[in-house]
């Protein structure tokens, strides 16, 4: 059973900072891709950020450059790091995994199979 909980939201002005946690309990699977996707109001949910077993990243367009996705392996902990932080960046994040190997990039939300239940972000100009 996987266990995926995020933590780090809240509101913050545009050209602020937030830190997004999601703390991963995965005994006895294995992931081998994570990923933070966001939904923003009245919108499809898109990928924004992975990080795969490897060390390897992908990064969506929009957020090159500003956002930085890593893991805590000690703590089990999956964080994105957002800066520069836009209004159209506000939107539900969500972390999650993927306990096969996928294709390379930002993939669609159906490849992924544990999720957690979702972080509020809002930016304000």
């Known amino acids: 059973q996987v266990h995926m909980v995020e933590s780090g939201g809240g509101s913050v002005q545009a050209g602020g900072s937030l830190r997004l946690s999601c703390a991963i309990s995965?005994?006895?699977?294995?992931?081998?891709?994570m990923a933070w996707f966001r939904r923003p109001p009245g919108k499809e949910r898109e990928g924004v950020a992975r990080?795969?077993?490897?060390?390897?990243?992908a990064y969506a367009d929009s957020v090159k450059g500003r956002f930085s996705i890593s893991k805590d392996n000690a703590k089990n902990i999956l964080y994105l790091q957002m800066n520069r932080l836009k209004p159209e960046d506000s939107a539900m994040y969500y972390c999650?995994?993927?306990?096969?190997?996928?294709?390379?990039?930002?993939?669609?939300?159906?490849?992924?199979?544990?999720w957690g239940q979702g972080i509020q972000v809002s930016v304000s100009a």
């Open positions: 999650a995994g993927a306990h096969n190997p996928l294709l390379p990039g930002i993939v669609d939300d159906l490849w992924y199979h544990h």
């Open positions: 995965t005994c006895p699977v294995r992931l081998y891709c």
């Open positions: 990080l795969d077993s490897d060390g390897v990243t």
